[in-house]
């Protein structure tokens, strides 16, 4: 028996979620990075039905990122248990969860629990600002209780989330990050982009085609010296005050 934690986190709000929730949950963990490009060209990953794997996932445009997707759809589940974490950016997860659900069903994992959780937005900071605060910190735990119950009683009834399938359209976002003068061509943004929209001959560029502004070549450059336009982060924070405003709640299925 064995415990894993499989995380696709770009900004590090997906991961801290997940920490909050593994920590409370277990002792230790095999960490699985899904932003790792590697993971598609590695030999397929298996568990067994005594293992455990907390997945944790952002949602994006109320999708499962697709790279995350596909690299879930490669392993072996074995039967293991799965817990599902969808993390948000104080707008809505829509179906997200249902997507990762379908998803790990599929390659073989039975999904026992699942939480959506609402981390800082990954492009419009100001919305949902510093979560997952310490409020946050103590709803995970309590989750994590209830879900270490239920993993103890033994026999788990199936796992039913919110979400519609056909899945809600996601085209993508029309911005992508790009480096400025700043840029030392120190080559690491182009190491940790999960779908390898970064040359590392010319880093300060960004192939529009395959990126899905995930935005962790923003947040991890050592220099800052990628961003969006301006303008463009203005217009579409103007557009979703609406949606991302107040506090959204963390969710336990």
């Known amino acids: 028996m064995a415990n894993y934690e499989l995380i696709f986190s770009p900004t590090g709000g ?7 929730l593994g920590g409370s949950l277990w002792n230790d963990a095999e960490e ?48 293991a248990r799965a817990i599902l974490v969808v993390v948000y950016g104080n707008r809505a997860y829509d179906d ?7 998803t ?9 629990a699942a939480v ?4 800082e937005h990954s492009i419009m900071r100001r919305f949902a600002a510093g979560r997952p605060d310490q409020t946050d910190a103590k709803e995970l735990a309590s ?9 103890e009683a033994g026999t788990i009834p199936a796992l039913e989330v919110p979400g519609e399938n056909p899945y809600r359209p996601y085209p993508g976002l029309p911005m992508h990050p790009k480096g400025t003068s700043a840029c030392t061509s120190c080559g690491r943004c182009a190491r940790i982009c999960p779908v ?58």
Do not use: Y
């Open 196 to 253: 390898g929209a970064i040359d590392p001959a010319h880093p300060r560029e960004t192939d529009q085609d395959k990126c899905i502004t995930c935005m962790a070549c923003v947040a991890r450059c050592p220099r800052r010296a990628r961003r969006l336009r301006p303008l463009m982060v203005f217009l579409a924070g103007r557009k979703m005050k609406k949606v991302c405003g107040g506090r959204k709640p963390n969710q336990l299925f």
């Open 143 to 151: 989750f994590a209780q209830t879900i270490r119950q239920r993993l």
């Open 14 to 20: 997906t991961q801290r979620v997940a920490e909050l």
């Open 116 to 119: 959506a959780a609402v981390a």
């Open 32 to 79: 699985i990075d899904l932003m790792d490009r590697a993971l598609e060209e590695e030999q397929t990953k298996s568990f067994s039905a005594q293992d455990c794997c907390l997945v944790a996932v952002p949602c994006f445009g109320g999708r499962v990122p697709d790279p995350a997707r596909r690299r879930l759809e490669e392993l072996n589940g074995g039967g």
């Open 96 to 102: 997200t969860l249902l997507e990762l659900k379908d």
């Open 104 to 112: 790990l069903v599929k390659a073989g994992f039975r999904p026992v």
